[in-house]
């Protein structure tokens, strides 16, 4: 069921970026997620966490700079609709967590009912600990106008 | 023909966003409501004239599909066509909804093509 999942997640996020809120995404290969990772060290971040539950389940989690979500958040309002809050942030990571493991999870099998948690944004980076022992974990790197994103998905069967 | 729209999910920003999304897709709007439940867009929908509502299937105190079984309950009410705009694609959750009466069925992310077909393909069917 999990084959060809980072391509599939890749796909989806790249959709979501681009068609809701106008942000072309691109991959960081490998051999550049050490350069990704400095560069956006020193950003303060938004981690949004959405859990899942159907023939699998397990939890995706998306970080991205406070920055970037404020641009956004930004796009999707309107001019006059007054300033940008901190819930207009949590809101824009927890409906991109949504969206994309949503998503994920259709492309994946769409014939089962799959159920997502309401998903919540902390303040934290990711976890050290990447989920527990035979659990499957991809990771995924991306940039956006020159901010770094990570998505994490870990599986348990 | 412009037609009255409320749009109902509970992430502020995704009401922007379709609200948005709708407008660049040609489709023609007159006043658009906004609701953040289904608790909410009941009683938008009991004081104004609404035409079509695009609602989300998961939000708290109350999701898509209980707000589309009070809709169906109330008279006056149950004539407004209801799009679901959801993550959710399964073939197993789309049969549910639409044995609930629901009119059409959006996947997020959208784009503004697909929104206007399904939208202007139920008005017409409504004979707007």
């Not at chain 1, 998903?119 to 934290?124: E, F, Y």
């Not at chain 2, 679901?84 to 009466?101: N, P, Y």
Request: aromatic share 6%; hydrophobic share 40%; proline share 4%.
């Amino acid at each position: 069921m999990l084959e060809g999942i980072e391509k599939k997640a890749v796909q989806v996020t790249l959709k979501v970026f681009e068609t809701m809120f106008f942000m072309p995404l691109s991959v960081i290969e490998e051999d550049d997620e050490a350069t990704a990772g400095s560069a956006g060290s020193n950003l303060s971040s938004l981690r949004g966490e959405i859990e899942f539950s159907g023939p699998s389940s397990g939890r995706l989690m998306l970080s991205l700079p406070r920055d970037l979500v404020n641009t956004l958040a930004g796009g999707a309002l309107s001019d006059g609709e007054g300033a940008i809050t901190e819930a207009h942030l949590l809101d824009t990571v927890n409906e991109l967590c949504n969206m994309i493991c949503g998503n994920l999870l259709s492309t994946i099998d769409n014939k089962s009912v799959w159920d997502l948690s309401l998903p919540k944004t902390l303040s934290d980076p990711f976890p050290e600990n990447e989920g527990e022992a035979g659990n499957r974990i991809v990771n995924l790197n991306f940039e956006a106008d020159d901010y770094p994103l990570r998505l994490q998905i870990q599986w348990t069967e | 023909m412009a037609f009255n729209v409320l749009i109902v999910d509970d992430s502020q920003i995704m009401r922007k966003v379709i609200q948005k999304t709708v407008a660049i897709s040609g489709f023609e709007v007159g006043d658009c409501w906004e609701a953040g439940n289904g608790q909410e867009a009941l009683e938008i929908a009991r004081g104004k004239w609404i035409d079509l509502i695009l609602a989300d299937l998961n939000m708290p105190v109350m999701n898509g599909l209980e707000m589309i079984r009070e809709l169906k309950r109330d008279d006056l009410l149950a004539r407004i066509p209801v799009v679901l705009i959801t993550t959710e694609g399964s073939e197993k959750r789309l049969e549910e909804i639409f044995a609930l009466g629901v009119r059409g069925y959006i996947q997020k992310p959208f784009y503004p093509e697909t929104i206007r077909d399904v939208l202007e393909k139920i008005m017409e069917a409504e004979g707007a």
